[in-house]
């Protein structure tokens, strides 16, 4: 083995008997553990499916796509990665079956191999195994967590599996731990836990030659002593390596769960770490507050994917970080854009809310709801935060109703729109692909100073992740202006990022992503803002409410 990778330790996070019981919370959570012990780590996500990124994925299938600084088009685990680590990854962190493949083919292309016939077994896992250490040396971490997407048995995750088995060889003793996650039910009148789906599932792990050190237990409720030591003897691992992880209120307790249950402790020793105390006083601070719920605020989210919330992830988390901060409760309110149009009912309960989001999106279907609920926003003085397409279609519903102009549309949804208010940018014409060739990742965008967004992020430069492909059109700035809506908020190369309009509470549309950059110690200005803005209209009459909302 290379000398560079000899510091190399790794902790593995596979999952059983089905997807979706909270792989990522976990491993991030044990990414907490350790950073609180002041042990520096990264994580990498693998994604067994073949796309070679997330970007070209339905929102219904697999969540939000979440966008790193790079402009890699990730899983939204990475997002909680960053979140619990509260540290930026890259696109080298999220591998996928499409990628390994991809990179293969391509060696085998030039004549890497020499001649040799190319197989799963040594090209496609070793080349896993490169990628792996390949972060750990850049990163410098000291553990490197991977989680493995998908459950034992699945086709797709066999190669990782098997290269992980390998990587623990190569390693040797004392450089790995593998972490099972696996649900345990409550079945039955009297909620009885059943153990064998996890009998089962620890069984499928082992017969690929993989024995966890470590099982999370996932289910409604905790586990007792007795089903503890059940699994423990079925599944060979000491008791106090059979972790209860219940269902939590946020998943921001997560960590402080597995700290009761000494799993910092038994990682540590597992791996030959130091032994440090840790540090949660940030964290316990957050939570605390969190907790507090000194009131409440209801938010009315309005868009296309409000039946899978994961499709905006990022967005709730940012408003639990936000209640993190004020201690205010932060409901959010679901709003299908395409129901708005014929469910008056709906749009008047929208009305009453206490602030309203629109977030990102593509495409014609629930346009006509975003516009009904941005027009609400801006007639009534409702805080409105739009957020890329969100703010494009804002841009369109004041064409529409404040300059006058009733065919303004964007050329994504009307492309010989007698007035394109928004267009395609320039870059993107002629474009064929749509994997990976939109504007992405985190680009340098210059506010105009004295301006509201100035005074929030209280700064004139700031550097925010992008993803999209249409922009506002600069032939109707002037006219926007000459109505109210300011452009505060230019990319270095002129582009509009923001804008404002004058006269209200708070009305702010921006083109790039906040929500991926909010973090729990560090809840994003914006959020914050919307929230505060939301508080002021509960507490002062609509006609008299302040044009500022940043107190």
């Known amino acids: 083995m290379p000398r560079e990778y000899s510091f190399m330790k790794v902790i593995v996070v596979s999952g059983g008997v089905i997807s979706g019981l909270g792989k990522g919370i976990t491993t991030s959570s044990l990414g907490r553990l350790l950073k609180a012990r002041n042990i520096a780590v990264t994580i990498v996500k693998i994604d067994p499916y073949l796309n070679v990124d997330a970007g070209t994925m339905n929102p219904y299938q697999h969540g939000e796509v979440f966008v790193l600084d790079d402009g890699t088009e990730a899983d939204l685990d990475l997002g909680n990665y960053e979140r619990f680590l509260g540290q930026s990854l890259n696109g080298s962190h999220n591998l996928?079956?499409?990628k390994i493949y991809r990179a293969v083919i391509e060696k085998e292309r030039r004549g890497d191999y020499l001649g040799n016939t190319v197989q799963i077994i040594p090209h496609v896992t070793g080349e896993i195994k490169r990628m792996i250490r390949d972060v750990a040396q850049v990163s410098g971490a000291e553990v490197v967590?991977?989680?493995?997407?998908?459950?034992?048995?699945?086709?797709?995750?066999?190669?990782?599996?098997?290269?992980?088995?390998?990587?623990?060889?190569?390693?040797?003793?004392?450089?790995?731990?593998?972490?099972?996650?696996?649900?345990?039910?409550?079945?039955?009148?009297?909620?009885?836990?059943?153990?064998?789906?996890?009998?089962?599932?620890?069984?499928?792990?082992?017969?690929?030659?993989?024995?966890?050190?470590?099982?999370?237990?996932?289910?409604?409720?905790?586990?007792?002593?007795?089903?503890?030591?059940?699994?423990?003897?079925f599944c060979d691992v000491p008791p106090e390596a059979v972790i209860s992880v219940p269902d939590?209120?946020?998943?921001?307790?997560?960590?402080?769960?597995?700290?009761?249950?000494?799993?910092?402790?038994?990682?540590?020793?597992?791996?030959?770490?130091?032994?440090?105390?840790?540090?949660?006083?940030?964290w316990k601070e957050f939570l605390a507050t969190y907790r507090r719920e000194e009131g409440s605020v209801e938010v009315a989210v309005v868009g296309k994917y409000?039946?899978?919330?994961?499709?905006?992830?990022?967005?709730?988390?940012?408003?639990?970080?936000?209640?993190?901060?004020?201690?205010?409760?932060?409901?959010?309110?679901?709003y299908d854009s395409e129901d708005l149009p014929r469910s008056p009912a709906a749009l008047e309960r929208l009305r009453r809310s206490d602030a309203i989001l629109v977030p990102g999106g593509f495409g014609p279907r629930g346009i006509e709801?975003?516009?009904?609920?941005?027009?609400?926003?801006?007639?009534?003085?409702?805080?409105?935060?739009?957020?890329?397409?969100?703010?494009?279609?804002?841009?369109?519903?004041?064409?529409?109703?404040?300059?006058?102009?009733?065919?303004?549309?964007?050329?994504?949804?009307?492309?010989?729109?007698?007035?394109?208010?928004?267009c395609l940018l320039e870059e993107q014409q002629g474009v064929d692909g749509l994997g990976g060739?939109?504007?992405?990742?985190?680009?340098?965008?210059?506010?105009?100073?004295?301006?509201?967004?100035?005074?929030?992020?209280?700064?004139?430069?700031?550097?925010?992740?992008?993803?999209?492909?249409?922009?506002?059109?600069?032939?109707?700035?002037?006219?926007?202006?000459?109505?109210?809506?300011?452009?505060?908020?230019?990319?270095?190369?002129?582009?509009?990022?923001?804008?404002?309009?004058?006269?209200?509470p708070f009305f702010m549309g921006v083109q790039y992503h906040p929500e991926f950059l909010s973090r729990p110690e560090a809840p994003h200005p914006l959020y914050l803002a919307l929230v505060r803005a939301a508080r002021v209209?509960?507490?002062?009459?609509?006609?008299?409410?302040?044009?500022?909302?940043?107190a």
């Open 537 to 550: 209209r509960q507490e002062v009459p609509p006609s008299v409410a302040p044009a500022a909302a940043s």
């Open 145 to 233: 967590l991977v989680e493995v997407g998908g459950t034992v048995g699945d086709i797709e995750s066999m190669p990782f599996l098997e290269a992980l088995r390998e990587l623990s060889y190569e390693l040797g003793e004392g450089q790995m731990a593998f972490v099972h996650t696996t649900l345990v039910p409550f079945v039955g009148p009297v909620g009885e836990a059943k153990t064998k789906p996890t009998q089962h599932s620890v069984r499928e792990l082992r017969a690929i030659g993989i024995r966890p050190n470590l099982i999370m237990a996932r289910g409604a409720a905790p586990l007792t002593p007795d089903i503890k030591a059940k699994i423990s003897l």
């Open 248 to 282: 939590q209120h946020v998943v921001y307790e997560v960590p402080l769960v597995l700290e009761a249950q000494g799993v910092g402790a038994l990682l540590t020793r597992i791996l030959k770490l130091p032994d440090r105390e840790p540090e949660y006083g940030a």
């Open 369 to 422: 709801g975003k516009m009904l609920a941005i027009e609400a926003a801006r007639r009534e003085k409702i805080p409105f935060l739009g957020v890329c397409y969100g703010f494009q279609m804002a841009a369109v519903e004041f064409a529409r109703h404040e300059l006058e102009l009733p065919e303004a549309h964007s050329t994504e949804i009307e492309p010989h729109a007698t007035d394109p208010v928004v």
């Open 96 to 98: 996928t079956t499409g």
């Open 306 to 334: 409000t039946e899978l919330h994961d499709a905006y992830l990022s967005h709730v988390e940012a408003f639990h970080h936000v209640q993190g901060r004020l201690g205010l409760a932060v409901h959010l309110q679901w």
């Open 437 to 504: 060739t939109m504007r992405l990742g985190a680009l340098r965008v210059m506010l105009q100073p004295g301006s509201r967004i100035a005074e929030l992020y209280g700064r004139t430069e700031i550097y925010e992740r992008h993803r999209h492909r249409y922009e506002i059109n600069p032939k109707y700035l002037e006219r926007f202006s000459e109505h109210g809506l300011e452009a505060t908020g230019r990319s270095v190369d002129g582009r509009v990022e923001v804008f404002e309009l004058d006269d209200h």
